[in-house]
């Protein structure tokens, strides 16, 4: 057991750090200067809007993983798919012509893939935690 809280303190904190990391670099964007907006080049509005609002979700969904809470993992598994979404409805926008910027592209694979790891790991070691404390 002392391995699940472990790994659940790991994702947490990668959960965590990634949702602070993606308001400050998405509000930089946002709220900031006219100098960061021309830095982010052909950025996508719905796809910087969704990813800064979503930082908020990571960082709470980071907090309850650490607390162990299974609403987290819930949550970590809504961000997973709202991202593959948001990924889809971006490569639609591609599809169409739309301008945007490879680094969008990579950004969303990157999300995807950690968010899902997150959900599948969450689940796996809070279904571990659930099954172990029954049987006590």
């Known amino acids: 057991m002392q391995k699940n809280v472990l ?9 965590f750090g990634f949702g602070l990391l993606t308001i400050k670099e998405g509000g930089a964007v946002l709220f900031g200067s006219d100098a960061a907006r021309m830095s982010a080049g052909n950025y ?10 979503t930082g908020f979700a990571y960082v709470v969904a980071g907090a309850g993983l650490w607390l162990q809470r299974r609403w987290a993992v819930w949550l970590a598994i809504a961000i997973a798919a709202a991202t593959l979404c948001t990924f889809a409805l971006l490569g639609g926008h ?12 990579i950004a969303m694979s990157a999300r995807t893939l950690v968010w899902t790891a997150i959900a599948a790991i969450g689940w796996r070691l809070t279904s571990t935690n659930t099954s172990a404390k029954a049987t006590q």
């Open 44 to 53: 996508v509005p719905f796809v910087l809007w969704f990813n800064f609002v």
């Open 7 to 15: 790994g659940l303190r790991t994702i947490s904190l990668i959960a």
């Open 94 to 105: 591609v599809l169409l012509g739309g301008a945007y910027e490879l680094r969008t592209v």
